[in-house]
Every structure is written in C-alpha cells, then in structure tokens.
C-alpha cells in the first residue's frame, strides 16, 4: 500500500516538475499554473493516515521519503523560470515545425500533447511524453478509463499551455472585452448555469430568540445553457518555414492567431446574431433607449441619461458604455444641463468616464456615418454578464492533401479552438441606444 501511495505522488510530483521546467511568461502566470501544487501537498500530508498495516520501520521510511518529496516540491515551485519573448516565440515555432514534420518527439519534449477529442482527455497535463515510451496516460487519470485516439499516430496537437497563456495575454491586448468579461472553464461541451435576478432573497430582523423567521420564498434560480463550438482557421505553409528560424515562425502565428481570434472573440461578445452565440446587442429581453431623432447625431445628454436610468442603481455601478470612437467623438461634444461637459479624458492612470461611466472604444460596433434610422448603436452594461467558457485549448494540425499544395505547393496549418460565449441576466440590466424611426 504504501508503495502504491508513493507511485501516486511520485506521479504528480513528476508532472509538476515538468511544468516548472517548461517556464513561465510573468509570475501572475506561475502563480496560476502552480495552484495545483497545494493540493499536492496536501495529499502528501494525508499519506501517512492512508496506509494500513506498515511496520514502525516503514512508516519512518515513509515519512522521510513525503519529507524528502515536500522540499523537492517547494524548492522547484520557488523559482519558476521566466521565458522572454524571443525564447516563447523560439519554442513555439519549434513545436509548428514538428508538427508540420510529425517530429513527435520534439513535441513531447516541447510538452504540446495529442488531441483525442474525448471529452474526458480536454487538458495537456493528462498526458507524458518519455523517450522510451513516447506520449503516455499520467497514472493519476488511468481510472478514468482509456482515451479515444491513438496517441502515437495523432496529427493534431494541443500547445503546451504555457504557450497559450502567453498568446492568450497578446490576443487580450487586442481585444476590447476579453479582459472584462467573465471567464471559466469548460469540463465537457456544455455547462448548465444558475441564473437568478437581484432581489431573489428576502432578509428579516430577528428581535427575540426563537422568533419565527417570515419572508416571501425567494425566487428560484433557472439554468442557462453555455455551449462550446469550434472555432478554425488556416495559415498558409510552405516547406522553406521549416528552414527558417524558429523565432520568425512562432511570431508569425502569434501575430496571425491573436489579431484574428480578438476581434473574433469581441464580435461574439458584443454583435453575433446565433452565429453560433448571440451578443450583447442581440440578446433576448434586452430594452433599448430610443433617442430624439432618426440620426445618430441627435444623440443628447438627456437621451444618455435617461439610458443610465433604465438600469436598477444597485446594476449601475458596474456598467460601463460601448460605442464606437465616432459615436465618442460626437458624445465629447455634449454637455449637461448645466452646460458642463458629460466627457472626462483619461488623466492620471485613471480611465475617461461620460457622466461619470466608463467606456469602452470598439471599432467593430457601428460608426456615425453609417448607423441608419431604427439601429442600436450603443451599449451600456456590466460586461461581467458576459461569460466565456474555455473548453480546450489551441490545437495545431498539417493539412497538405489540398489543391493549392498540389498546384502551387502552399500546405496549410490549422489552428483551432473550442470555445461558449452567453450573455446572462440581459433583461433589465443592458440597455442599447438606438435611432428613432
């Protein structure tokens, strides 16, 4: 028994140890990859109570073998390694050419593992890779039964998630929502979500003891649905990138991936109409503003303030508008009814704010010149009820049994990814300005 405990922790240690060797981006990176070495210590300290019938003599052995494992544990986690840029995009462009070239070795060393498309097999780190036995299930997720695929023979890849942190901070800096909205993973291709409104639970003073608590029964909460789709994209390979160094090539995808997956991700955010998520300005209950006039320019303060007001004073205070920088430009120009400018500049670190409300710039909602009569060209919301959901992560796969690679020889790259977008509670707390007719 207590040598099968031991195999157990030796695993996870083992798995820890290649993620610290694989470094870190920033240190709010390792800190969130490393959350799972507590729990490993705690299985450590519950070792000793799970072993039954050992000898004085074992126990000894085995408390010096958990104390031996414990220091090896924070020893390693207390300096993670941080990788620049230039060796992210060297690792990176190394691990696109061995997956162009099927060099799974470089793979696994690289840590990018297969993609099996089974919904029990979604993270990297259920996986090993060996020189002597190339990739392998980690013995903490064999109980789980064996995975769909063969990992040996697989031609799509999961990047190693150290990797996909750092495109993921590039993609965000691109991206108007993606750092305001809220995130959570995905452990299978949907998640049902207690939604409830504000105002569900009644709360009552209790003056004596043994006082009866009376109150109305709150409002049950229902269940919202958030699915994952696929989202995939080509790039365009030819046989010199191979040749090529390696930083070049992991640039290049950074830059081709993160330009087009942000804006991507802020029109799922904010405009898709069931394609295969709906928006923000799309999404079902929500009120709109009509203002003045049937152009965009009529636009006043009494329209913006009347918008704010539609929202309950306790949904308030996290809203923030979003409009274009066309619809900002002219929304500058107007003032209170005291004739003070509604507009504050950003100064000092500190965000520009319209009536005293954040804002946020996105150049994919609709801009001044082309907002026709009838047409929602503003939101104001609290983007936290937005969620995203994070089912797996980016998948690397060759495509070369093509037209184009048999014509021109230019091959193919696919990158894809599985994510859910859903707007929650939209009734109420989201209101769109629009033209009038």
Not at 152 to 167: G, K, R, W
Request: charge should be negative; glycine fraction near 8%.
């Amino acid at each position: 028994m207590a040598d099968d405990v031991l195999q157990s922790l030796s695993e996870k240690l083992k798995g820890m140890k290649r993620v610290e060797k694989a470094g870190f981006t920033t240190e709010e990176a390792a800190a969130s990859y490393f959350s799972e070495k507590e729990a490993l210590l705690e299985d450590m300290g519950k070792a000793l109570s799970e072993v039954r019938g050992a000898t004085a003599t074992e126990l000894e052995a085995l408390k010096g073998t958990l104390k031996e494992m414990r220091l090896n544990l924070k020893g390693e986690a207390a300096h993670p390694k941080e990788l620049t840029r230039s060796e992210l995009c060297y690792q990176l462009g190394k691990a696109l050419a061995a997956a162009w070239t099927g060099n799974v070795q470089a793979l696994g060393e690289l840590q990018c593992t297969p993609n099996l498309k089974s919904d029990n097999w979604n993270n990297p780190r259920d996986f090993h890779w060996t020189a002597e036995k190339g990739f392998q299930l980690s013995h903490n997720k064999a109980a789980l039964g064996e995975p769909m695929g063969n990992m040996a023979t697989n031609e799509q890849f999961l990047i190693n998630p150290v990797y996909e942190t750092a495109i993921m901070q590039d993609a965000a800096k691109q991206s108007v929502m993606m750092n305001l909205v809220k995130h959570r993973p995905m452990t299978g291709p949907s998640v049902f979500l207690p939604q409830r409104d504000r105002g569900g639970v009644e709360l009552k003073w209790l003056t004596s003891y043994g006082q009866k608590i009376e109150g109305s029964k709150p409002q049950g909460a229902t269940r919202v649905e958030l699915k994952a789709y696929t989202l995939a994209g080509f790039i365009p390979w030819f046989d010199e990138f191979e040749e090529d160094v390696f930083v070049d090539l992991g640039g290049m995808f950074i830059d081709e991936f993160t330009e087009t997956y942000a804006l991507e991700f802020d029109r799922q955010c904010l405009l898709a109409n069931a394609s295969p998520f709906t928006g923000a300005f799309n999404a079902p209950d929500i009120k709109s503003k009509t203002i003045s006039g049937a152009a965009a320019t009529a636009l006043t303060y009494k329209d913006l303030r009347e918008a704010v007001l539609m929202v309950p004073a306790e949904e308030r205070k996290d809203c923030r508008w979003f409009f274009h920088e066309s619809v900002l430009a002219h929304v500058t120009g107007i003032v209170d009814s005291n004739g003070r400018p509604i507009w504050r500049g950003p100064a000092d670190g500190k965000p520009g704010t319209v009536d005293g409300y954040a804002y946020t710039e996105s150049h994919i909602l609709p801009q001044m010149g082309d907002i026709g009569t009838n047409q929602p060209f503003a939101i104001f919301m609290n983007p936290k009820r937005i969620i995203h959901g994070n089912r797996k992560g980016i998948e690397i796969k060759r495509f070369d049994a093509t037209t184009e690679a048999l014509e021109y020889g230019e091959l193919f790259l696919r990158f894809r990814k599985r994510d859910g977008f859903i707007v929650t509670r939209s009734k109420g707390n989201m209101i769109t300005l629009k033209t009038g007719a």
